[in-house]
């Protein structure tokens, strides 16, 4: 897998970009955790869903946010984050021009900045925010939700409480012209541990349902 490097608000940013062979390939963009608190692309709940994007078909670009690894810059506390991310999905478009669909996917602090990207980007046909931290982060711009998604998270999640997220799942449910999915795993924690590979088959039958139908 290419790494890449692009530039970004506050100069380069470091990434890895899976293409497909099909230029006409989908989009996908995955963010990862809070950088101040170790998060980074090579995040295993991350590097998961960008493995799983792939094979659904997707061509996918995963990065670090300002100031991890290679990026430049200094953690923003969601503001900076937010405008690399847009960067990242204006060089991701760059790449795959004809893309037939744009997905975002983020875990964590990564799941509240995608879910404010697809408030900034209309292109958005679709969104996978995991374990979002519905506690401590305020996703009140999320007036109307534009886009049709899945949120999910561990029943033993102890840095976002379940319930916090079932509060934002049944909130977003209230909005007409999308549907959104809120899935749990049982007994999973924060990182999904134990049950990685179960949250990632349940993103994966997610979004193969989602591209088997033609609305949003």
Sequence with gaps: ????????????????????????????????????????????????????????????????FRGVGRSQGEFDHGVGELSDAAAALDYLQNQIPNAKSCWVAG???????????????????????????????????????????????????????PEEVEILAEKLKLQKGITITHETIDGANHFFEPKVDLMINKVDAYVRQRMTEKSR
Aim: proline share 10%; charged share 15%; with cysteine.
């Design 1 to 64: 897998m290419p790494e890449v490097i692009f530039p970004g608000p506050e100069g380069r940013l470091e990434g890895r970009f899976h293409p497909q062979k099909n230029d006409d390939a989908p989009i996908a963009i995955i963010l990862h955790p809070q950088s101040n608190l170790g998060g980074t692309m090579n995040n295993k709940v991350v590097y998961n869903m960008h493995y799983a994007f792939f094979k659904m078909g997707f061509t996918c670009l995963r990065f670090n």
């Design 107 to 161: 875990f964590s602090f990564g799941a509240w900045i995608a879910m404010q990207l697809l408030m900034r980007r209309p292109e958005v046909t679709g969104f996978i925010a995991a374990a979002p931290p519905a506690n401590n982060h305020d996703f009140g711009f999320l007036a109307p939700c534009p886009s049709s998604g899945l949120l999910i998270n561990g029943t033993a999640d102890k840095i976002v409480p």
